[in-house]
DNA sequence: TAAAATGATACCATATTAGTATCATTTTGT
DNA sequence: ACAAAATGATACTAATATGGTATCATTTTA
């Protein structure tokens, strides 16, 4: 049972590696010389985060990424959502199989007791957050 | 993001099932009756959770599956480390990327944190509460 | 105007999950 | 005794998700 899989692992280690360098425009070679991860990979990646409003991208000959939000305000759970899709712990698992089909599900309401405190307990770590980490 | 897969799944409902029939011996083939589930799957199933100490087998002719323990004392999070291995949310991401070499990591803190959450907010979900929802 | 960047997109590889198939062994009802 | 009815063991296949590549077009600016 994976919480975090490469892309969101790889995200997050380039979006720290962004905020550390200040508010500068970082491209991607830098990030791949200094995360020695995929580059066509990362690539995509940093696509993704540019489409979802995580980073903003320049084109063209001194391009780059950059943060388009505060490091505090990017949150591992964004993240994983956006890699991992939502937290569906929720949802049915057992097909009307064994909740009362007039009412709401006991189980439904616990596993979305879980999932809250899943979202809870992950929204304090951000970006920021793990930038000052200031580990190696 | 799927908490629970279709072997943790069928492995609940076989127990449920097996739970409300009483304290007899349910012989795999009633279970897939009643369930309508894929049968070489389900008995696969079975195995395992007679070799982890959920289930008791009976070979021969009248044999099948009881409960090794008493329904209030299997819980969900045993079944889905069962079949989905340990809650290694805390497992390291970053490959000593972020946290100082030195001493302990916060991320992996907060990480721990979320999987104690997790575990103690399934724990208290057992075939015999899921069995007494009474659905159809 | 060419170099250096990102955008778009289609593809391939590997791992995990889901499901099948076959045959051996044990037990027991008749 | 013995066949029927059950589980045990194990190897295989299929589908999906994850991880990763490759290629070419477009934009920008030194
Ligand atoms: S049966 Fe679907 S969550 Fe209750
Ligand atoms: S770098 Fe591994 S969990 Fe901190």
């Known amino acids: 049972m994976k919480l975090i899989t490469k892309n969101t692992d790889y995200a997050v280690r380039a979006l720290i590696y962004i905020s550390?360098?200040?508010?500068?425009i970082v491209p991607a070679s830098e990030l791949?010389?200094?995360?020695?991860?995929?580059?066509p990979f990362l690539r995509k990646i940093l696509q993704i985060l540019n489409?979802?409003?995580?980073?903003?991208?320049?084109?063209?000959?001194s391009g780059g990424f950059e943060l388009a939000r505060a490091a505090e305000e990017i949150s591992l759970v964004d993240l994983i959502e956006?890699?991992?899709?939502?937290f569906t712990l929720a949802e049915c698992l057992f097909r009307?199989?064994?909740?009362p089909n007039t009412g709401t599900c006991a189980l439904r309401n616990s596993?979305?007791?879980v999932e809250e405190k899943v979202?809870?307990?992950?929204?304090?770590?951000?970006?920021?957050?793990?930038?000052?980490?200031n580990g190696r």
Chains 1, 2 share one sequence.
Do not use: M
């Open 96 to 99: 009307r199989k064994i909740c």
């Open 119 to 133: 979202v809870e307990q992950l929204k304090p770590i951000t970006v920021k957050s793990l930038a000052s980490f």
């Open 51 to 61: 489409k979802k409003g995580v980073l903003k991208s320049y084109k063209g000959k």
């Open 32 to 39: 791949i010389d200094a995360l020695v991860v995929p580059r």
């Open 111 to 113: 596993l979305s007791v």
């Open 20 to 24: 550390r360098s200040g508010k500068r």
């Open 82 to 86: 956006i890699f991992q899709g939502q």
